[in-house]
C-alpha cells in the first residue's frame, strides 16, 4: 500500500468534490475513483474503499432530501428493488462482454444525453405528471432501477445521472425529487456491493473513513445547495459530469 499520509493528501480534496457532485448531478464515481488510483491504490481496493465512504455520502444526501420531502418513498423502493437485481445481472455480464461494446452505446449516448439537455431548458424543472396508475409507476420504477442498475453492475460512473433523467422522464418527476430517489436507490446499491468488498478484505479502512467523512462533507453541501436552487443549480453541474463521463468513455477506450 502507497504512504498513508500521501494517499489521504490526494483522495481526500477529491472525495469531497466528488461527493458534492454526486449529491447535485450523480456521476461521483467519474472523480472518486480515478483518485484512488492516482493515490497509486490497488484497483480492487480502489473500488471498495471508494464504495465504504459513498456509501456514507450517499447516506448523508438521502437524510437531506429526506428531510426536505423530495424523496418519493415508494418509488424510490421499487427502483432500488429493480436495481438490486439489475447490478446483479450487469455483474455477470461483465464476466461475459467486453466493456468495449458498452463504451460504443456511450460514445452516442452521452452526447445524446448532453444535448437533450442543452435544447430542454424546462427538463425538470417542475414535476410534469404522466398520469400513470400506481401499478404502472411501479413498474416503470423497477424498470428504472433494472436497466441502471444493469449498467451499475457491469460499467458504474454515471449511474446515478441516468437515474435522475430517467426519473424525470419516465415518471415527470422534478430534478430535486427524481435526485432524492436516485440518492435511495444508489445507496441501496452501495451498500450491496460494499458487503462484497468488505467480505473479501478490499477495503483499506484507514483511508476510507477519511474519505466518507470528507464525502460526507461534500453531500450535506451539495444538497443543501441543489435543494435551496433547484434546477437551475442542477442542471449546469449534471452537464459537467455528463462531459466528464464522456471524457473518460473517450479515454479508457483509446487507451
Known amino acids: 500500500m502507497p504512504d498513508l499520509i500521501h494517499t489521504l493528501l ?31 491504490i490497488p484497483i480492487h481496493t480502489v473500488y471498495g474503499t471508494n464504495k465504504f465512504a459513498m456509501s456514507f455520502g450517499t447516506l448523508t444526501s438521502v437524510l437531506q432530501y429526506g428531510r426536505s420531502g423530495n424523496i418519493c418513498w415508494r418509488t424510490a423502493l421499487f427502483a432500488a428493488a429493480g436495481a438490486l437485481a439489475g447490478s446483479n445481472l450487469g455483474a455477470r455480464l461483465a464476466l461475459l462482454l467486453s466493456e ?51 449498467y451499475d453492475g457491469f460499467f458504474g460512473p454515471g449511474a446515478g445521472t441516468f437515474y435522475i433523467i430517467l426519473f424525470c422522464s419516465l415518471l415527470g418527476t422534478d430534478l430535486i425529487r427524481a435526485n432524492g430517489n436516485a440518492k435511495v436507490v444508489n445507496l441501496a446499491s452501495n451498500i450491496g456491493a460494499l458487503a462484497a468488498y468488505i467480505l473479501n478484505g478490499k477495503v483499506w479502512f484507514a483511508v476510507g473513513v477519511p ?22 443549480f442542477i442542471r449546469p453541474v449534471m452537464a459537467l459530469m455528463i462531459t466528464l463521463l464522456f471524457v473518460k468513455v473517450i479515454t479508457d477506450f483509446v487507451l
Do not use: W
Request: some cysteine; charged content about 10%.
Open 10 to 40: 490526494i483522495v481526500c480534496p477529491l472525495l469531497f468534490l466528488a461527493g458534492f457532485a454526486d449529491s447535485v448531478a450523480g456521476g461521483g464515481g467519474v472523480i472518486s475513483v480515478p483518485a484512488g488510483l492516482l493515490a497509486g
Open 211 to 232: 474519505m466518507a467523512l470528507c464525502s460526507m462533507a461534500g453531500n450535506f453541501l451539495g444538497s443543501r445547495l441543489a435543494i435551496r436552487n433547484g434546477a437551475r
Open 100 to 150: 468495449k461494446y458498452l463504451s460504443y452505446c456511450l460514445m452516442a449516448l452521452l452526447p445524446a444525453a448532453a444535448l437533450f439537455l442543452a435544447l430542454n431548458k424546462g427538463f425538470g424543472q417542475e414535476p410534469k405528471p404522466k398520469n400513470h396508475s400506481k401499478t404502472q409507476e411501479a413498474l416503470l420504477a423497477v424498470f428504472i432501477g433494472l436497466i441502471v442498475g444493469a
